[in-house]
């Protein structure tokens, strides 16, 4: 079992930033994949970006490239997710995942995790 927080999230203007991070506890010394994912009012979930366990790999949805950053820190088991010139439409409840047992061709899709948080809230007002 992976147990995910996330935290970090809150209203911003537009070109405003923000840092999402996701606390992992419950599996000592796993290595798995994690992602971002958000889901805006009336929308489906959305992949938003990924890091492999290294970090050496990293993954974003054309919509944020540019603009946002994943990262993680293995000694602290958290992820962040850097906003940068957030828009309007980055509004969503975001949610981090873990990819415990799914292969690595799936780091990108909602099926390749095993493991997800609550999610916070991201707000952007225009």
């Known amino acids: 079992q992976v147990q995910l927080v996330e935290s970090g999230g809150g209203l911003v203007q537009a070109g405003g930033s923000l840092r999402l991070s996701c606390a992992a506890s419950?599996?000592?010394?796993?290595?798995?994949?994690m992602g971002w994912f958000r889901q805006a009012p009336g929308k489906e979930r959305e992949f938003v970006a990924a890091?492999?366990?290294?970090?050496?790999?990293?993954y974003y949805t054309d919509s944020v490239k540019g603009r946002f950053s994943i990262s993680r820190d293995n000694a602290k088991n958290t992820v962040y997710l850097q906003m940068n010139s957030l828009k309007p439409e980055d509004t969503a409840v975001y949610s981090c995942?873990?990819?415990?047992?799914?292969?690595?061709?799936?780091?990108?899709?909602?099926?390749?995790?095993?493991?997800w948080g609550q999610g916070t809230q991201v707000t952007v007002s225009s």
């Open positions: 890091i492999s366990w290294s970090g050496g790999s990293t």
């Open positions: 419950g599996r000592p010394g796993g290595r798995y994949a």
């Open positions: 995942a873990a990819q415990v047992y799914g292969p690595p061709d799936t780091i990108t899709t909602m099926r390749g995790y095993d493991y």
